[in-house]
C-alpha cells in the first residue's frame, strides 16, 4: 500500500498562486498514476488533473486547463499541482489520489489510494 499526504493549501487572494504537494509513502509513487482531485462545500468530488506514472501522459479538467500543472518527481516520491490564476471558484479541499490502472483515469472509483486533503481558500 501507498500512503499519500498533502500539503501546501491555505487563504489566498484571488488571481494567486500555490503549489501543492502529495508525498507518498510506504511504496514508490512511480508504481503509480497520480491524480488530484477537488470537493467545493456541498458538493461532488470532481477530477482536476492527472499523471502517468512515467510523467509522460497529463489530463486536465476543462475548468483548470491552461491554470494548473500536475508534475511528479518520482525521486522525492512526490506528486505536485500548480495552481496558477485561482479564483474563487477554485475554493476547495483538494486530494492526491494513486491508481494501479496502466491508464490515466478521471473516474474516482479507478483510484485505489487517497489522501486526506488540504484546503484551499480563494477570497475575492
Known amino acids: 500500500q501507498v500512503q499519500l499526504v498533502e500539503s501546501g493549501g491555505g487563504p489566498v487572494q484571488a488571481g494567486d498562486s500555490l503549489r501543492l504537494s502529495c508525498a507518498a509513502s510506504?511504496?514508490?509513487?512511480?508504481?503509480?498514476?497520480m491524480g488530484w482531485f477537488r470537493q467545493a462545500p456541498g458538493k461532488e468530488r470532481v477530477f482536476i488533473a492527472a499523471i502517468s506514472r512515467g510523467g509522460g501522459n497529463t489530463d486536465y479538467a476543462d475548468s483548470v486547463k491552461g491554470r494548473f500543472t500536475i508534475s511528479r518527481d518520482n525521486v522525492k516520491n512526490t506528486v505536485y499541482l500548480q495552481m496558477n490564476s485561482l479564483n474563487p471558484e477554485d475554493t476547495a479541499v483538494y486530494y492526491c489520489?494513486?491508481?494501479?490502472?496502466?491508464?490515466?483515469?478521471?473516474?474516482?472509483?479507478?483510484?485505489?489510494?487517497w489522501g486526506q486533503g488540504t484546503q484551499v481558500t480563494v477570497s475575492s
Open positions: 510506504g511504496r514508490t509513487v512511480s508504481n503509480y498514476g
Open positions: 489520489a494513486a491508481t494501479t490502472r496502466l491508464w490515466v483515469p478521471r473516474v474516482l472509483r479507478d483510484y485505489d489510494y
